[in-house]
């Protein structure tokens, strides 16, 4: 007689991921991503991400380094993004070639330590200046930089948590070694700081050394490392998230995420109770309240008002580091206590954006996940540019297994995604194996390959987008159903060949943006669909739905044949259209976010439409260059630099000044063809001792006096720029120079176009 109960768990202690080496994937889109960056990452050449390590070192270059953010101020970090990736990819799929890569590079590390003689070993330009300035307390930073140096406790960051992964899923014990040696440089030059100090560094991206701080106290036993770690607390956003206030309106993203999955494991080391609120309001925030359709989130690099996504759709939303470090962190809440809400978070995101993030052809990533509709994802060129997501995008598709599974001790096993795998649970002396439909159909089927009998609940998730019941059949016997979303538990005694199977009841359905419920995503059980349209060129006209209402399941189809395809019927303007999966758009333009109308609503406005869409479309024809002033990477990008000069946010904007004869200064590309004009944005009601000089490549074009003339709106003030200044050139400098005893802005936007 078969034995089983079902019970809806609401709340369950603390669960644990399984190791990566006791999880294989067996088929589907997850395994041919994990194999297309397994082949890119033993394309990538230790000897040249190494190359600038060697030469800060004094030690001859066996390779020339890399180049894009390699060869600039962030030189060094895909190093330890490659170690975290090959080690865990290692532990995932067993091949012995990234063990070997591991010890080489580690071998090679220690070298460059051991040649230094002071714990330090990196690869950041202009060091020594940096840390003797540090060490005396001389501290500056604009946000993107501390010093004049970019992000270097960010770059260091990435070293720390590339070497403790090699460590701990590789089991180097010199990679342990040569953190704890820079960890004891860090807590060297960093002695001598008060409060005031450390927060003023703090301001300064610094990644989640707090995290790798703390985590290597707990591997070396040492308190002086977690003590370290705690005074990476940057109060200004921390405090207040504890306090459950919601102040990441404005604030760079990506910057945010690992202070926060440090602050976890500060939390796992100490029990800190500030710290778990911390880090569950800011969780909870940002994915009921700024997350995008596919799991994605922030605009430009930067978290907008809460709940207002539908006029945020760029090509810049969903930056794809924000993802992976929200599926960390999601790993730590839901071990805190596993909840359904956690587990539909994690499927999202790795259904939508991670699997979206990367070009399947050649293993580039996506820097950004375009929402705009009617746009192409563009990748990053894999030897060539080294952003941010292109170590983060290294290690994406080694971590799945992390994800799919967890477990409380041998008494209990969380089926949290539907993805086809192998389990091996050595605490409970079972193996599983877990096939599945998806995304084509909803039909699962767990079973024991090995082992038992073995008392045990497995819980099986119930996703929240499931709509009706799910029936549960053991060894082809139907034992019980539920409709309510969570997790369901099976509780028996397992054997060998015993096998669950139940379907997900899949239909597609809409998901309204929070502040515009006409503005819509369709989604399919786990998957976001999206519009193919196609390769190449541009989309003169929009696609819009004149839905009139009605309910998705009258006017959108399946398509016959295996692949996963549906049409929509007679509300497509101008014509239906064909929707796919959205990661399996690899280059077609595609729309995520529809606009549906009524029939007399489109007759009304069907042409103000169309006119906004040209005007769109013309401006971004004209535009030569755009600095979206007052964000960090826009402005590092574009060289800024200047004197009594700060940043900040008003109605809704970014904006920057100089203040008391201060300036600041950027590259802008022109088009030395044709005639060029410099447009400003200014807040139109700014006043008060706003006087100010314009220059071009050092020569004076315009002096603007701000004096609340334009009233409460932003306006668009056009500068022509001199034939002279453009020709022959590609780029010019563009200084605000503040008159003495004066301010220079508030300048809310700045672009080049050509003015015909």
């Given at each position: ?39 890119y990452l033993k394309r990538l050449e230790p000897d040249r991400l190494l190359a600038r390590f060697r030469e800060t ?288 978070y994690a499927e999202r995101a790795l259904w939508n954006h991670i699997l979206a993030s990367t070009n399947r052809e ?395």
């Amino acid at each position: 007689m078969i034995s089983c109960l079902l019970l809806t768990l609401l709340a369950a202690p603390q669960a644990q991921p399984f190791d990566l080496a006791d999880v294989r994937l067996t088929d589907g889109p997850f395994l041919e991503a994990q194999r297309v960056h397994a082949a890119y990452l033993k394309r990538l050449e230790p000897d040249r991400l190494l190359a600038r390590f060697r030469e800060t070192a004094g030690l001859k270059p066996k390779a020339p380094g890399y180049g894009g953010w390699e060869a600039m101020g962030v030189s060094g970090h895909s190093l330890g993004h490659y170690l975290s990736a090959i080690s865990a990819m290692g532990r995932a799929t067993g091949d012995p070639e990234f063990r070997r890569r591991v010890g080489y590079l580690v071998d090679e590390l220690k070298l460059c330590q051991d040649a230094r003689g002071t714990g330090y070993v990196a690869a950041i330009p202009d060091e020594k200046r940096l840390w003797s300035e540090i060490r005396r307390g001389e501290i500056r930073s604009q946000g993107f930089d501390l010093n004049g140096v970019w992000v270097p406790w960010y770059t260091l960051h990435k070293l720390f948590a590339g070497l403790l992964d090699a460590h701990r899923l590789m089991g180097n014990r010199k990679a342990l070694e040569i953190a704890r040696r820079l960890g004891d440089w860090a807590i060297d030059v960093t002695k001598n700081l008060n409060d005031e100090q450390w927060q003023r560094m703090l301001a300064c991206e610094h990644g989640g050394m707090n995290e790798v701080l703390a985590e290597l106290s707990a591997r070396t036993k040492d308190p002086r490392y977690l003590a370290l770690a705690r005074k990476f607390h940057h109060r200004a956003v921390l405090d207040p998230l504890a306090e459950g206030r919601d102040i990441l309106p404005g604030k760079h993203a990506n910057t945010q995420f690992p202070k926060l999955i440090g602050l976890a494991t500060i939390h796992d080391l100490t029990g800190d109770p500030s710290a778990e609120r911390a880090v569950r309001f800011f969780w909870e925030t940002v994915v009921r309240h700024h997350t995008y359709a596919i799991g994605g989130n922030s605009d430009h690099e930067y978290f907008g008002p809460p709940d207002r996504l539908a006029d945020r759709l760029s090509t810049n939303t969903c930056e794809t580091c924000n993802t992976y470090n929200m599926l960390k962190l999601t790993q730590r809440v839901f071990d805190w206590s596993p909840s359904g809400e956690a587990a539909d978070y994690a499927e999202r995101a790795l259904w939508n954006h991670i699997l979206a993030s990367t070009n399947r052809e050649d293993g580039g990533v996506t820097y950004y996940v375009t929402l705009q509709p009617g746009t192409a994802r563009t990748y990053n060129r894999p030897f060539d540019d080294f952003t941010c997501c292109v170590g983060t995008g290294m290690e994406n598709h080694a971590r799945y297994g992390l994800y799919l599974y967890a477990h409380e001790g041998a008494r209990r096993l969380y089926v949290n995604h539907f993805v086809p795998s192998t389990l091996r649970f050595r605490e409970a002396g079972l193996e599983f194996r877990l096939d599945s439909g998806l995304p084509a159909n909803g039909k699962v089927r767990l079973t024991v390959t090995k082992g038992g009998p073995r008392s045990l609940e497995v819980l099986v998730r119930h996703p929240s987008w499931v709509q009706g019941d799910v029936a549960y059949r053991i060894d082809g016997r139907r034992i019980a159903s539920s409709r309510r979303a969570g997790f369901d538990v099976l509780r028996r005694t397992w054997r060998a060949n015993d096998s669950v199977e139940f379907e997900l009841p899949l239909e597609p359905r809409v998901e309204p943006t929070p502040d515009n419920p006409s503005r819509f995503a369709l989604l399919y059980g786990p998957l976001v669909l999206a519009a193919d349209l196609g390769r190449g060129g541009e989309v003169e006209r929009l696609p819009v739905l004149v839905t009139g209402g009605r309910p998705v399941r009258d006017w959108l189809r399946r398509m016959p044949g295996e692949r996963l395809a549906f049409r929509t019927v007679g509300v497509g303007r101008p014509e239906d259209l064909t929707l796919r999966p959205f990661y399996e758009l690899v280059h077609e333009r595609a729309i995520v976010y529809f606009d549906a109308f009524t029939e007399r609503q489109w007759a009304e406005r069907e042409e103000e439409y169309r006119a906004e869409e040209r005007r769109r479309a013309e401006l971004a024809a004209k535009t030569v260059d755009e600095l979206r002033i007052g964000e960090m990477q826009p402005e590092r990008d574009h060289g800024l630099t200047g004197e009594n000069t700060s940043a900040g946010e008003a109605m809704g904007r970014k904006w920057r000044h100089a203040t008391d004869g201060g300036w600041f200064e950027f590259t802008l590309k022109v088009d030395p063809g044709v005639p060029n004009e410099l447009v400003v944005t200014y807040w139109g009601a700014d006043s008060g001792g706003r006087e100010f000089d314009i220059l071009v490549d050092g020569r004076k074009i315009a002096t603007e006096r701000l004096d609340g003339r334009y009233g409460r709106r932003f306006v668009d003030v056009v500068y022509p720029l001199p034939e002279e200044l453009v020709k022959g050139k590609t780029s010019v400098r563009v200084r605000f120079a503040a008159l003495p005893g004066r301010w220079a802005g508030g300048v809310f936007g700045v672009r080049v176009v050509r003015s015909r």
